[in-house]
């Protein structure tokens, strides 16, 4: 159940990266994060309510609350905004391969170091697969008709996207080492609003951003869905299967994302996919599997 947890967890994260894309360029980054993590919070206290999640909480160590709410702003409100920024920039086709192959290797990495997960010939070989796909996404980032109007903001948006695979990465292993016996219903209630009310703060000094009526009705609908799905039900399985099934192969199996994602750009954004992009994706799926 752990597995299949991370792959519905990349299925709705795949389908809600193509519903934040078509808002990355009209709302801010940080506006939307917040937002969208603000649907998700309000959802996810209702399910704690719902499933007698309060009690936990009740019970719970302050090193596992700080390690819940650590985990939420690191992953969710700065990785995540990194990420929504990386996708008004560089489209889904390319944020999507890149962030997700950099963030399993470097969750691995970090589980090696701090969870004693062993290293073997054949992870070292998927690890170098996944650096040789990176390579060719992140040299296919810069390239095309507008490379020469936004060659600085593609390389920006390349930052953001292996900046949030690292601040994924951080966050994951944090969630493991922290959890402790919570449940996955009562570690979503605390890491989502954490995230929620940091960003937040983050938007006081600017208002107008959570102004719904700035958006339009449908901008608004999209956003709640993303937080619904992704921020909500997506963390939610994907807690349960870093408890049931590790960090590292949570990282891995919910980082087969982009095999949903590029399709759906093509489909839904009329994204170009070039032969790079897909190589590269391709590559580094072949070395999450082997790392797996």
């Known amino acids: 159940m752990g597995e299949a947890s991370a792959l519905g967890a990349a299925v709705l994260w795949a389908f809600t990266s193509i519903l934040l894309t078509s808002q990355a360029r009209l709302i801010h980054p940080i506006p939307l994060s917040a937002l969208r993590g603000l649907f998700a919070s309000v959802f996810l206290v209702l399910v704690a309510l719902s499933a007698g999640a309060i009690d936990e909480l009740r019970e719970m160590s302050a090193n596992t609350a700080l390690s819940m709410v650590g985990s939420g702003v690191v992953g969710m409100a700065l990785g995540d905004t990194?990420?929504?920024?990386?996708?008004?920039?560089?489209?889904?086709?390319?944020?999507?391969?890149?962030s997700a192959a950099a963030y399993p290797l470097l969750t691995f990495l970090l589980a090696a170091s701090f969870l004693d997960e062993q290293v073997?010939?054949?992870?070292?070989?998927?690890?170098?697969?996944?650096?040789?796909?990176?390579?060719?996404l992140v040299?296919?980032?810069?390239?095309?008709?507008?490379?020469?109007?936004?060659?600085?903001?593609?390389?920006?948006?390349?930052?953001?996207a292996l900046g949030a695979g690292a601040l994924w990465a951080l966050a994951?292993?944090?969630?493991?080492?922290?959890?402790?016996?919570?449940?996955?219903?009562?570690?979503?209630?605390?890491?989502?609003?954490?995230?929620?009310?940091?960003?937040?703060?983050l938007t006081a000094s600017r208002a107008r951003h959570l102004e719904l009526r700035n958006y339009g009705r449908r901008s608004v609908t999209v956003v709640a869905a993303a937080g619904l799905l992704g921020m909500g039900v997506g963390s939610l399985l994907f807690i349960f299967s870093v408890q049931e099934a590790g960090a590292g192969k949570a990282a891995i199996l919910s980082s087969t994302a982009p095999l949903y994602a590029l399709p759906l750009s093509v489909l839904l954004l009329a994204e170009r996919l070039t032969l790079k992009i897909v190589l590269g994706t391709i590559i580094s799926i072949v070395g999450i599997w082997l790392v797996v």
């Open 172 to 201: 994951t292993i944090w969630l493991k080492l922290g959890s402790g016996d919570l449940g996955a219903v009562a570690a979503g209630s605390l890491r989502v609003p954490a995230a929620g009310l940091f960003l937040l703060g």
């Open 82 to 98: 990194l990420y929504i920024a990386s996708l008004g920039l560089l489209g889904a086709a390319r944020t999507f391969p890149i």
């Open 120 to 136: 073997t010939v054949v992870v070292l070989l998927g690890a170098a697969l996944i650096v040789v796909g990176l390579w060719l």
């Open 139 to 160: 040299a296919e980032s810069g390239a095309g008709p507008e490379r020469s109007a936004r060659g600085r903001m593609d390389l920006r948006g390349v930052a953001f």
